[in-house]
T-cell receptor
């Protein structure tokens, strides 16, 4: 099993460009999440999907959109990238929503730089 | 506001020595507490999950303790190895509150360096 995979691993964008970060999991998990991690700060939730067909905003959703394409895939889109979105983005998945007694599995991350 | 505070921010110890990392939280109500290990350039990996009724939980050389009354947890690493060099993140879970939150509050982590 590959677990949680993310593409791309690295990306450099210019201000105003758009891109989509892809995430897929092969563990048949119901819930999926997108986080960003910045130096000196903890992981912050951008969006999550408790189950296929549902999405909810997290702590820092502005400037992002998500799509739960199917049970396996959850994508994050930046419509008009800004330098403030320079960060490392992690996708995660779990059997049920985050606060349940269940382990979250994280992907390897996407390192995004916006110039 | 729910908060998770970790100390120290960073720690350097010699290989073979023991160390203890601290996590204090104000999350209420409380569902469970997790410790993650994050190697440089990688995603976090779960070490332990503990509910309020579990005082101690071990995973190899890692032992987590929880005092739900004082809202404190610690992660003890025994006989440290070079591969223990990583950031250790404490995450506290509250029952689902709706409104877009997944109920998880992440600490900023402790950066641990093991020197040979």
């Amino acid at each position: 099993n590959a677990g949680v995979t993310q593409t791309p691993k690295f990306q450099v964008l210019k201000t105003g460009q758009s891109m989509t970060l892809q995430c897929a999991q092969d563990m048949n998990h119901n819930s999926m999440y997108w986080y960003r991690q910045d130096p000196g700060m903890g992981l912050r939730l951008i969006y999550y999907s408790a189950s296929e067909g549902t999405t909810d905003k997290g702590e820092v959703p502005n400037g992002y959109n998500v799509s739960r394409l199917n049970k396996r895939e959850f994508s994050l889109r930046l419509e008009s990238a800004a330098p403030s979105q320079t960060s490392v983005y992690f996708c995660a998945s779990s059997w049920v929503r985050g606060s349940g007694y269940n382990e979250q599995f994280f992907g390897p991350g996407t390192r995004l730089t916006v110039l | 506001k729910n908060q998770v505070e970790q100390s120290p921010q960073s720690l350097i110890i010699l290989e073979g020595k023991n160390c203890t990392l601290q996590c204090n939280y104000t999350v209420s109500p409380f569902s469970n507490l997790r410790w993650y290990k994050q190697d440089t350039g990688r995603g976090p990996v779960s070490l332990t999950i503990m509910t309020f009724s579990e005082n101690t939980k071990s995973n190899g050389r890692y032992t987590a303790t929880l005092d739900a009354d004082t809202k404190q947890s610690s992660l003890h690493i025994t006989a440290s190895q070079l591969s223990d060099s990583a950031s250790y993140i404490c995450v506290v879970s509250a029952p689902y509150s709706g409104g877009g939150a997944d109920g998880l509050t992440f600490g900023k982590g402790t950066h641990l360096i093991i020197q040979p």
